[in-house]
């Protein structure tokens, strides 16, 4: 599901990908539904490519949302982004993720971290898995 939900340089929000054509992809914005070319000349990346810093790996971003997911018991996180603290906005990715680099994520990567969840929740989005590996769970349980 990560894989077709797209952040665009320089345009707010998240965008799902519809369509593709000769130079540009046709996005709809996940906020009002609009629709509107994205050349290849924007800044085009995939959440599912995404990943944040920890100590050891990288951790791919469909684990840090589930597990915020998790600690939200699915539902949006509570927290006012223009006021909060940076010692709040650590404590609280430090509670989804231990072990992230406290050196190389920036203060700035958290709250775009948090309002891309609020959104993804806002939305009804909330199975980050992808979809062939959930069909491989269910497989192995299966022949088990």
């Known amino acids: 599901m990560l894989k077709t939900i797209l952040s665009i340089s ?5 965008y799902k990908l519809i369509s593709q054509g000769r130079n540009m992809l046709i996005v709809e914005s996940l906020t009002d ?8 000349n924007e800044k085009i990346i995939s ?16 684990e840090v949302l589930a597990a915020m997911k998790e600690k939200e018991n699915g539902a949006s996180v509570v927290m006012d982004l223009k006021k909060a603290s940076a ?7 430090g509670e989804v993720l231990p072990a992230f680099d406290r050196d190389r994520v920036y203060l700035a990567d958290i709250k775009k971290l948090i309002s891309w969840y ?12 992808d979809a062939t590996e959930a069909e491989e769970v269910i497989e192995e349980k299966a022949e088990e």
Do not use: H, Q
């Open 33 to 40: 539904k609009k629709r509107f070319p994205a050349y290849g």
């Open 87 to 93: 010692d709040e906005l650590r404590a609280y990715l």
């Open 10 to 14: 320089g345009k707010p929000g998240l």
């Open 118 to 129: 609020n959104l993804l929740v806002s939305c009804g989005m909330t199975d980050f898995e």
């Open 47 to 62: 959440l599912g490519d995404i990943a944040m810093y920890t100590d050891t790996d990288d951790v791919p971003l469909k």
